[in-house]
């Protein structure tokens, strides 16, 4: 039977995925001014979301079972990949990487046989996602977030293309960090226990997701071509920021994007060491502001935001094994892949592979099925893939209401989910 702690953990965490399909009302409560509207303002950030009820956890814990017990079971959770994601969001987002992948984007765009304003769209939806199997799909991610907002996502109205964009964007940076073993948090968690390495996830995950990215970015870059060619949907600047003249910058020096880029690679190569790359982190910062007239906002709220929505999901995910493992453990294959696909839209892929990882005498089928269907799921809710929530942060303020629908984003992300689930389910060689 389930300890009282962990019934109350699954009911909390029942009731924060609801608040979060809710954010679109609480956004609307809070647009209308009365006296309570910071209340509904900050209920209706998705980022806080986790964190909220994951401090109502420790609450009651602290109240049923003492303080001491409360602080024994935080301390025992691990923050590392809160900590990273808001490490690599900082860094990522600085002006000199944008300015450095804006420019490699510009040249692989010329180089496409189609129209520039096309291939520059399907670029940033294909190529920036599959980049994340070496920057880790959190850099990926807020790369790829940050050059739709500056190229398309700034200008109002334009819902439906953003809805399409948003969840092609999050499906493909979900099964776009599988081509290697370190990057994309569902297999980092498998991958010593199955003995997997990245010669391994190679042949057997990543050609099959370089397909579905393809496919998924290029059926939404001919769906909207003609809002591309027209520029309706925004002019991609920021991407193409050399077609903005008036309001080009100075270009940053060699010099400073090269301190950036080691800072980066830095993150990346330290990134379950937090005390290493934390220090990196301060570094970055510091050489950011004596550099400053080089720099656009750093993103820290963002990233302290999005930390403290990861942070929530780790404390209150921690106390769902009592009845998810059980459930892993009992699955067919096949019925695994579907199973784990619908569960990491209301848990978290990485999670899920993790508590699968401890069944016993699993067998290589039900292996490669348990994290093909939480990669396949990972692009379904914010919720899924621990890079969402970045993307989320970056973008959120240019949707009605300051809000994302996830209920729209669910809709929008089924049809490149399913292409993702057909390449996956292909007969393994």
Known sequence: ?????????????????????????????????????????????????????????????????GGGTAIEYVDSRNFTEPLFVFAIMVVAASRP???????????????????????TFFVVMSLVPLAGSFITEPAAMTLAAILLRDGYFRQAGN??????TLGVLFVNVSIGGVL????????????STFGWDSAFMATHF???????????????TWICRDALKSRSVGTGGGVNAAEDEASRRPPVPW??????????????????????????????????????????????????MVGFFLAGLVVLGGLQKWWLQDLLGGLEPTVLFFGATALTAVTDNAALTYLGSLVE????????????????????????????????AILRPFFPDQAISAGKLLISALVPTAVAAAMFLLPVG
């Open 361 to 392: 005498g699993s067998s290589a089928a039900w292996q490669y099925m348990l994290v093909a269907g939480a990669v396949t799921g990972g692009g379904l809710t914010v919720i899924a893939n621990a890079p969402n929530p970045a993307g989320y």
């Open 206 to 220: 990543g050609w099959r997701a370089m397909v579905a990215v393809f496919l998924n970015a290029a059926v939404l």
């Open 180 to 191: 290697t073993a370190y990057a994309a948090p569902p297999v980092l968690m498998v991958a």
């Open 1 to 65: 039977m389930p300890h009282t702690t962990e019934v109350l953990a699954t009911i909390l965490f029942a009731v924060a995925v609801i608040h979060t399909f809710s954010v679109s009302f609480f956004a609307r409560l809070a647009h209308r001014n009365g006296p309570h509207a910071g209340v509904w303002h900050m209920l209706s950030e998705v980022e806080a979301v986790f964190g909220v009820w994951a401090f109502v956890l420790i609450a009651c814990m602290a109240l049923m079972s």
């Open 159 to 164: 819902t439906r293309f953003k809805y399409l």
């Open 97 to 119: 990487i944008l300015e450095l992948v804006g420019m490699v984007v510009r040249a692989i765009a010329r180089i496409l046989p189609m129209s520039r304003e096309v291939a």
């Open 255 to 304: 010099p400073v994007i090269i301190v950036h880029m080691l800072c980066l690679v830095g993150v990346v190569l330290t990134a379950h060491h937090p005390a290493v790359f934390l220090g990196i982190l301060m570094m970055f910062i510091g050489f950011a502001h004596a550099y400053e007239r080089h720099q656009n906002r750093l993103l820290i709220r963002e990233g302290l």
